[in-house]
């Protein structure tokens, strides 16, 4: 069984930074596609970001939500398990909490909720004016 626990959320002013992370545990991390949604209060779970699992060239895919490409970056390091989430030039209305998601073995970068079957708790991300 496949867990994964988020940490860094936390309050920022706008036009700041904070890096989220994500640590898996319970399966081969590697190999599977992670991502990261979000929810903000009253609105539906949305989708954030994305990165491949790691493929026999050593590389990962990623994708990105119009909203947050250029000021989002996610990345993996394989060797800690962990998939990280830097997030630049905060804005308010990326308050919400975050979600951290592991999928299937060999999955891609999906966009989808039903791309992944195991969901950290979350971590708020609040964003002051």
């Known amino acids: 069984q496949v867990q994964v626990v988020e940490s860094g959320g936390g309050l920022v002013q706008a036009g700041g930074s904070l890096r989220l992370s994500c640590a898996a545990s319970?399966?081969?991390?590697?190999?599977?596609?992670m991502g990261w949604f979000r929810q903000a209060p009253g609105k539906e779970r949305e989708f954030v970001a994305a990165?491949?699992?790691?493929?026999?060239?050593?590389?990962?895919?990623?994708n990105y939500a119009d909203s947050v490409k250029g000021r989002f970056t996610i990345s993996r390091d394989n060797g800690k398990n962990t998939v990280y989430l830097q997030m630049n030039s905060l804005k308010p209305e990326d308050t919400a909490v975050y979600y951290c998601?592991?999928?299937?073995?060999?999955?891609?970068?999906?966009?989808?909720?039903?791309?992944?079957?195991?969901w950290g708790q979350g971590t708020q991300v609040t964003v002051s004016s």
């Open positions: 998601a592991a999928g299937s073995r060999f999955g891609p970068a999906g966009t989808y909720q039903s791309n992944y079957a195991y």
């Open positions: 319970g399966g081969t991390f590697s190999n599977r596609g």
């Open positions: 990165i491949s699992w790691t493929g026999t060239t050593g590389t990962s895919t990623t």
